[in-house]
């Protein structure tokens, strides 16, 4: 059987019938436990140790999806060329609505190191499309309702006798801070400005001093917080 919660999935097979020594999950190092009457392999989602290969991913309808495969492979000693034992796979997911609410926390401006001029790089969230007012230091952490469109704009300040063009080069949303791209939160949202994944990265033209682009607020079951992370250059 399969028991989906919230922070992670349980797979759970009656002793009689499980094989821990030929059963394993998508990552075979990932061992499970008996409790006595059952053999069991607890997954969860945010700690990479116990993610055991477990996938993530939207459908078209929205649901996020998270998707493991349990394997049996027959373990045939030195010599044998016969087994009566067969190789069998079962796919395993779990799937949550995307009904719910994401929370933004904000970093405030920091410098850019390494330049002879000091600049300072800021990012700012929007409510809207029309990038008029964006929220203040007080209005965080942001609950956005899932599936919304969020508005951003990376700025660089503190040389005005040159013009300079922020670029948000790659960006990753995480439920972590700092930055851990091993996290099982962290998906990569641009590489080089372009669009990764299922997160709807649009980038809106750049302009001088400001980059602008917008992503779809994502909920995932057990983080409180999403962070945005960006790699700037100028």
């Given at each position: 059987t399969l028991q989906c919660q919230e922070t992670g999935m349980t797979v759970v097979i009656d002793n009689s019938l499980s094989k821990p020594e030929s059963d394993n999950l998508l990552d075979n190092r990932c061992q499970g436990n008996s409790n006595g009457t059952h053999y069991l392999w607890t997954i969860v989602y945010n700690d990479p140790a116990k993610l055991c290969g477990t996938v993530r991913h939207v459908d078209a309808v929205g649901l996020i999806v998270f998707k493991?495969?349990?394997s049996r492979r027959p373990i045939i000693p030195v010599g044998s060329v016969i087994t009566r034992?067969?190789?069998v796979s079962v796919s395993l997911a779990c799937m949550y609505s995307s009904?719910?609410?994401?929370?933004?926390s904000f970093k405030p401006e920091i410098p850019l190191t390494g330049s002879v001029e000091p600049y300072v790089t800021g990012i700012q969230v929007y409510p809207g499309n029309t990038y008029g007012i964006p929220y203040g230091?007080?209005?965080?952490?942001?609950v956005i309702d899932n599936g919304t469109v969020t508005y951003y704009a990376i700025s660089v300040s503190?040389?005005?006798?040159?013009?300079v063009i922020a670029f948000a080069k790659d960006c990753w949303i995480s439920g972590k801070t700092p930055l851990d791209e091993s996290d099982s939160?962290?998906?990569k949202l641009s590489q080089n400005g372009c669009p990764l994944g299922d997160h709807g990265y649009t980038e809106l033209q750049p302009a001088i001093l400001e980059h602008r682009f917008s992503i779809i607020a994502r909920f995932l079951p057990g983080v409180e917080n999403l962070y945005l992370h960006c790699l700037v250059v100028k």
């Open positions: 493991n495969t349990l034992d067969i190789e009904n719910g609410t994401v929370t933004i230091l007080s209005d965080y952490p942001i503190g040389n005005q006798d040159h013009k939160t962290t998906s």
